[in-house]
C-alpha cells in the first residue's frame, strides 16, 4: 500500500533541548508499516485498503501524513456523509468506512498519527437493505442456466469451447462456494491428488493464506474433459479458465471475467446476478440440507462462524417464522 509520507521533522537548527521534547519517531516509514500490518492480505483487498485511503486523500487535498493531525472525527463524517450524497451504496460506503478505521488505527499505533480521526461512536454504519444483498438461487435456477448455456449463441468458430467452459465456471463456483478471482488465478498444477480425493489448491484468496478445497468425483471428471479439449484446440494455458478472446487466447480472465460468465448465463434466463450468488446457494443450501455448522463454516472458508450463519438466518425466519404459529382469524 502507498501512503504520503511526511517530511523529516528532526532538523539540524533544532536544539538539544527542544530534540528532548519530542516525541519519539516511528522507526518504520509509513508504507512499510502498513505492508508489515496488511502484507498478508489478499491483494484485492490491500487495492480496495489503499484506494480507499487515496480517495480520502483527494478528497481533503492531503499532500501530507501530518495533516491527518487536524483531521477530527467530524471531519471523517463529513466525508462519509459526501459518499451517501455521491450515490454510493449503503454496503459501499460501509466497506470503504472499515478500510479506513484499520488503517487509520495502524497508523496511529505505529506513530505517525498522534491521534486516530477515526471514532466508532461517531461513523456509525449504514444500514444495509437484507432485502438487496445478493441471495441464494434455486437449484431449478441453476439449473435453467445450465440448460440457457446449452443454446446461447456463442461465437461459430469457438462456441464449443466457450460453451463447456462457461457451464464449467458455473458448477465450479457453486459446488465448491469458490469466489470469483479464486476461479480466475485456479492453474492446472493447482489441481492434485490428495489420497482418494482430487483437490484444488487456492493460492490466491481473501484471506491471503493458501487453501484447498474438494473437487466432487463428477466435477473432476470434467475438468479432465475439459483439459483434453483445450489440447485438442493447440491451446497451451497455465489457468484452469483461460480467455477466449481472439486476441487474448489462453491468457489468463480477470475475476471481472469469470463474473461477466454468470452475468450472461443468469440474464439468459431473466435474472441480474453477479458470480457470487453462486457461493451465496452453495452455502445456503448446505446448511438447508442439514449439514452442521461447523463443517459449513470449514467448506465456505469463513473465519467466523457468525459469517456463516448470516448466509442462512434471512431464509430460516421466513420458514419458521412466529406468523406461521399463530391462529388465523
Not at 485511503?53 to 478528497?59: I, N, P, S, T
Request: net charge positive; aromatic share 8%; charged share 25%.
Amino acid at each position: 500500500m502507498e501512503v504520503i509520507l511526511t517530511e523529516d521533522q528532526n532538523s539540524e537548527l533544532k536544539t538539544q533541548e527542544n530534540r528532548a521534547l519530542e516525541v519519539k519517531q516511528p522507526v518504520l516509514e509509513p508504507g512499510e508499516a502498513l505492508n508489515l500490518v496488511f502484507g498478508e492480505y489478499a491483494a484485492n483487498t490491500q487495492r480496495a485498503y489503499a484506494r480507499a485511503f487515496r480517495d480520502l486523500q483527494q478528497w481533503a487535498n492531503i499532500r501530507e501524513l501530518q495533516e491527518l493531525e487536524n483531521f477530527d472525527p467530524l471531519r471523517m463524517l463529513e466525508y462519509k456523509n459526501q459518499l451517501k450524497a455521491s450515490g454510493k451504496k449503503p454496503s459501499t460506503i460501509n466497506q470503504t468506512m472499515s478500510a479506513l478505521r484499520k488503517v487509520c488505527k495502524v497508523l496511529t499505533e505505529f506513530g505517525y498519527l498522534k491521534e486516530n480521526p477515526f471514532k466508532a461512536s461517531v461513523i456509525r454504519a449504514e444500514k444495509v437493505d437484507s432485502a438487496a444483498s445478493k441471495g441464494a438461487l434455486q437449484v431449478s435456477q441453476l439449473n435453467a442456466m445450465i440448460e440457457a448455456n446449452e443454446v446461447i449463441h456463442y461465437d461459430g468458430r469457438i462456441a464449443p469451447l466457450l460453451r463447456f467452459r462457461n457451464g464449467l465456471v458455473l458448477k465450479f463456483l457453486y459446488l465448491t462456494a469458490a469466489r470469483r478471482g479464486e476461479a480466475a488465478d485456479l492453474l492446472w498444477e493447482d489441481i492434485v491428488q490428495d489420497g482418494s480425493f482430487h483437490v484444488a489448491v487456492l493460492r490466491h484468496t481473501k484471506s491471503g493464506k493458501e487453501q484447498r478445497i474438494k473437487l466432487r468425483n463428477e466435477l473432476h471428471a470434467e475438468f479432465e474433459e475439459w483439459h483434453k479439449m483445450l489440447q485438442a484446440n493447440k491451446i497451451a494455458a497455465p489457468n484452469v479458465f483461460p480467455s477466449l478472446g481472439f486476441r487474448t487466447l489462453g491468457h489468463k480472465m480477470s475475476g471481472k471475467g469469470i463474473n461477466d460468465i454468470v452475468a450472461r448465463l443468469g440474464k439468459a434466463i431473466g435474472l441480474n446476478i453477479s458470480a457470487h450468488y453462486l457461493r451465496h446457494t452453495a452455502i445456503t443450501l448446505a446448511l438447508e440440507l442439514g449439514e452442521p455448522l461447523q463443517k459449513v463454516q470449514s467448506y465456505a472458508r469463513h473465519a467466523s462462524a457468525n459469517t456463516t450463519i448470516r448466509y442462512f438466518h434471512d431464509r430460516q425466519l421466513l420458514e419458521k417464522n412466529p406468523t406461521d404459529s399463530l391462529p388465523m382469524i
